[in-house]
């Protein structure tokens, strides 16, 4: 497994900085882009830069080739036993976990197969947007296991127990059109168009507040997984924050002064 990290020397990974935009290109494309224990490596890393980096404000992952990312690589997997097998979901997990929580909002554009590993990754992931390209799928059970980056929780989360039970049971895989019907991706576009469209939304996030981007992140994510009290309670919390920020004054003004409003993070 890489122990050190250099930005220059990423070898499945491609990372390209657009003003305040970070673009990371999954670039494994003789496996279609799988996740072996290098490329998870060098997507935690390239998360802990993006995290520490404040020139950074938001990121987009997409994929090269025929793939975004075609899952687990079954070939580095095929001689795992069971703790082999906890250890990899552990790394795996705590990647995804890491891209899920950063405080930044996080666009897959799926270019092509989202499979197994590829499809948890776009669920860890705050918005996803498909080209008509796309296939998705967690065909785990083809191989004996079950999904465990995540996607046992996440899919279910996003497009409810049932459909996930069907998908992850069957092993079907579904294209773009019905992932967007089932509420996994919210738009579909051509494949050309598809980098300018999650950069054009992204440019829209990075036009609001970012403070109050960052705390409605973080009232989603958390309050997903508590009960609906303790959840009002911390939207409650993250709004009085809000409330006492300079870009809440800022914004209002801005409204009542028929202008556009100059945040600044503050
Ligand atoms: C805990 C587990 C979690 C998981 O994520 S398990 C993995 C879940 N994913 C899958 O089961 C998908 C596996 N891949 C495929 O089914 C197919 O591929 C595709 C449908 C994505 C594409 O098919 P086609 O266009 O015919 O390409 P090709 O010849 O199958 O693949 C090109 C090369 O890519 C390698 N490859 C594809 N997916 C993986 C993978 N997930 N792990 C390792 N290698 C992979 C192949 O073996 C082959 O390689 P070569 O050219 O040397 O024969």
């Known amino acids: 497994m890489k122990e ?22 999954m ?29 950074i404000l938001g990121i987009i992952i997409t994929g090269n080739g025929k793939a975004f990312v075609a899952g687990a690589d079954i070939s580095q997997m095929k001689d795992y036993g069971s703790e082999d097998g906890r250890k990899y979901a552990n790394f795996a997990q705590s990647v995804f976990n890491d891209i899920e929580s950063i405080e930044k909002p996080v666009i897959a554009a799926i270019n092509g197969y989202a499979l197994g590993g590829g499809c948890e990754l776009s669920m860890s992931c705050d918005i996803r947007i498909a080209s008509t390209k796309a296939v998705f799928g967690q065909p785990e059970v083809n191989l004996g296991v079950i999904p465990c980056f ?21 092993a079907r895989l579904i294209k773009a059109e019905e992932a967007l019907n089932y509420g996994l991706v ?54 009085a924050l809000s409330f006492g920020t300079e870009d809440k004054t800022e914004g209002m003004n801005a409204f009542l002064e028929k202008r556009s409003a100059n945040f600044k993070n503050k």
Do not use: C, H
């Open 4 to 25: 050190k990290f250099n930005l220059d020397s990423l070898e499945n990974i491609k990372i390209n900085k657009d003003g305040s935009i970070l673009t990371i290109t």
């Open 186 to 239: 919210t738009s579909v576009v051509e494949e050309d168009l598809l980098l300018e469209e999650a950069n054009k939304i992204m440019n829209t996030i990075l036009e609001k507040a970012p403070i109050a981007i960052k705390y409605s992140k973080v009232a989603i994510n958390t309050g997903i997984n508590l009960d609906l009290k303790n959840a009002l309670e911390l939207e409650k919390d993250l709004a």
């Open 150 to 170: 995540g996607g046992t929780q996440r899919l279910s989360r996003l497009i409810g127990v049932a459909r996930a039970k069907e998908l992850i049971y069957t």
């Open 27 to 55: 670039d494994r494309p003789k496996a279609m882009n799988a996740l072996n224990n290098d490329t998870l490596t060098e997507l935690k890393e390239i998360f802990d830069y993006a995290k520490a980096d404040d020139s």
